[in-house]
């Protein structure tokens, strides 16, 4: 089984690579982030990607994630979701048996670095409460935070920018720490210039001076499982370059179509308001 996951930087300039790399590497559940597109917006060749079972959750210009499932590997449509923390249409999840895959766009936090740091509290909570209940997790996408020092060229270290503050840092290294590990790392584990995410100025992708802000996290039942986990310098348009995970065997056998989700609740009405469905005299 092989999965994909890539931050395109807008679906509509990427559309043509995306089906190149469809085509190339044929992954079994493909990830996508920062899609920048309400799903009408999505171009038709990709919003019914040919032989998978889709989503697409964004708005237009900003922010969206995306997932899709090869109807090879998974026969039955798949009952998508969205945790209660979804901020600006970043996360979308899908729970196929025991297993719950992930495609998330963490806030790079520029703009609102509160907001940033309570996205990744409420996945710390998320992540323990599914593992507490023993739920295989499979965690793919930009999470916007370089782990470790060595997770970004010398030249742009920083501890003080946002993505590499220890704050920051000590909030992905708990959410890992639930049991989670970290792909591309335990398959790399020397590489000190294992990077994802290049600004798109001064040739700096051709050169490699770059940051890691894409993973593949997975329980360490999952991870036990995978062959390999490689980042994809070379491919593509984008300021991101795609990170794939190959496992040796399916992760999941699909015997029987998922219920759907249930509906997300009402929010409240604003305070001194009655709601319309509300009958007490």
């Known amino acids: 089984m092989k999965i994909?996951?890539?931050?395109?930087n807008g679906i509509r300039a990427r559309e043509a690579q995306v089906l190149d790399w469809v085509e190339?590497?044929?992954p079994d559940i493909l990830?996508?982030?920062?899609?920048?597109?309400?799903?009408?917006?999505?171009?038709?060749?990709?919003?019914?990607?040919?032989?998978?079972?889709?989503?697409?959750h964004g708005h237009k210009g900003y922010s969206g994630v995306a997932m899709h499932l090869a109807r090879s590997a998974f026969p039955f449509a798949p009952a998508f979701g969205h945790p209660d923390f979804d901020h600006e249409n970043r996360?979308?999840?899908?729970d196929i048996e025991d297993l719950t895959v992930a495609s998330i766009y963490v806030p790079n936090g520029n703009k609102d670095y509160p907001a940033k740091l309570r996205f990744l509290e409420a996945?710390?909570?998320?992540?323990?409460?599914a593992h507490a209940r023993g739920r295989r997790l499979v965690l793919c996408g930009d999470l916007n935070?370089?782990?470790?020092?060595?997770?970004?060229?010398?030249?742009?270290?920083?501890?003080?920018?946002?993505?590499?503050?220890?704050?920051?840092?000590?909030l992905?290294?708990?959410i890992i720490d639930h049991?989670?590990?970290?792909?591309?790392?335990?398959?790399?584990?020397?590489?000190d210039r294992l990077f994802t995410w290049w600004a798109p100025w001064r040739n700096l992708r051709e050169r490699n001076i770059g940051w890691r802000l894409d993973y593949v996290l997975a329980s360490a039942a999952v991870a036990a499982r995978a062959t390999a986990c490689d980042a994809d310098r070379g491919f593509g348009t984008s300021d991101h370059g795609p990170v794939t995970a190959v496992f040796d065997a399916p992760l999941v056998t699909m015997t029987a179509a998922p219920p759907p989700p249930p509906p997300r609740p009402e929010p409240p009405p604003p305070p001194g308001q009655l709601s319309l469905f509300d009958q007490r005299k």
């Open 31 to 56: 990830c996508l982030q920062e899609i920048k597109a309400s799903p009408e917006d999505v171009p038709p060749t990709l919003c019914a990607l040919e032989g998978y079972w889709c989503t697409w």
């Open 4 to 8: 994909s996951t890539w931050n395109v």
């Open 24 to 26: 190339r590497e044929h």
């Open 91 to 94: 996360i979308v999840t899908v």
């Open 179 to 191: 049991g989670l590990v970290d792909l591309l790392r335990r398959h790399h584990p020397d590489d």
């Open 123 to 129: 996945l710390d909570g998320y992540v323990a409460d």
């Open 145 to 170: 935070v370089a782990l470790a020092d060595r997770d970004v060229h010398p030249k742009l270290r920083k501890p003080t920018q946002i993505g590499q503050t220890p704050e920051e840092q000590a």
């Open 172 to 174: 992905l290294a708990r």
